[in-house]
């Protein structure tokens, strides 16, 4: 039997994904190993976290799960402020570009686990398998089984074995950077605030999270140096803690009070990466098409503008056309070329610009956060431009 639609990975952009075509009308099948997320207990938070802009809060709503998720696990982000390495500063607020909030601050296991009470609402079709091998028109599963479909949606993350399978052309470039997460006590409330500094040793990001039962709490982000990260790593639970919490009173500037860890400290890989996001019969999204540095907290994001253009395009197609058309899959590829290349280029040039280390550089791009921050319509655009996916 040939399947109209199948889509490889049960993650965020993968549920989405079956979910969004689903309730456009298209037949879809899941391929991926059984999934599960268990129930978040009080004052215990899913160490990623994710910075919803507010075209994927709509997106997430369209689709009906928005508002499936406990208000009281959702921070909204109401103002922004980032500093530069030596004093630049600028400061970003909702109410600049007429918007209730910058974004949202999210759980990832939030979002996975309201994403599969409603695929399995919808009652679409999951096959508990792997894919391990591609043929034009049909993937291989672990048991050995081929499936045959009109289009295959690669949506299984960084490492996406039907990318590989199917050996599409991609590229991966590695920063010289470790990203660093742990969730933090805050002696100070955070006021609905994201925090955001560029240093010597990589850039540092403090999250706004709910408060639990020991007082305000917030995400830290840091892309720090590989060999700063490793060395971190290596120290035993407690000398680790008391290590990051002697960096943070030193690269936050007290701009919390004092920051205590609360949770392990989990460490990630970061690289710049780039997939053709299309071939005969084969849609990416996601991590398998695309990962961008996380300094601007945008690839999640990236990954729901992905999903949001495929779904409408597919179910846009003319009667006559297969989901899986040359044709079709075009469209979804220009859909999506300026909003990915933006992205990577702004978020790979800012990480070059603050990582050089020569004087007229520093100036300059201190300086021009100075400017930026005396300028309100620039900072009306800039706001515009991340609300965008």
Known sequence: ??????????????????????????????????????????????????????????????LGVWDAMPAARITPVQAMEIYGDADGRVDLNAWQAAQPQLAWIVESGEIERVLLQAVRMVGISWLPERCVGYRPGAVQTAAGEWIEAELFVGADGAASPLRTAAGMPHTSVPYD????VVHLDAERAHHGTAFQWFRDDGVL??????????????????????????ALQTLAPEEQSAQLEQMLAHAAQG???RLRVRSKLHAFALTLDQARM???????????????????????NLGLG???ALSRIVAEREPYREAGDARVLRRYQR?????????RMATDGLHRLFGARTAPLAWLRNAGMRWVDAAPLLKRYLIDGASRN
């Open 1 to 62: 039997m040939k399947h109209p639609i199948v889509i490889c990975g049960a993650g965020i952009v993968g549920l989405s994904s079956a979910l969004a075509l689903a309730r456009r009308g298209q037949r879809v099948t899941l391929l991926a190993p059984p999934a599960t997320v268990p129930a978040a207990s009080p004052d215990t938070y899913h160490p990623r976290v994710y910075a919803i802009s507010p075209s994927s809060q709509r997106f997430l709503a369209e």
């Open 205 to 230: 990001a403090l999250l706004p999270l709910p408060d639990t039962a020991d007082g305000p709490q917030v995400s830290m982000v840091w892309s720090m140096h590989n060999a700063q990260a490793q």
């Open 306 to 308: 992905d999903v949001e």
């Open 335 to 343: 859909a999506r070329a300026e909003s990915v290349l933006a992205m």
């Open 177 to 180: 950077d470790t990203g660093l």
């Open 255 to 257: 701009r919390l009070g």
């Open 278 to 300: 299309t071939a005969p019969g084969i849609a990416l999204a996601g991590d398998a098409a695309h990962r961008v540095h996380p300094l601007a907290g945008q690839g999640l």
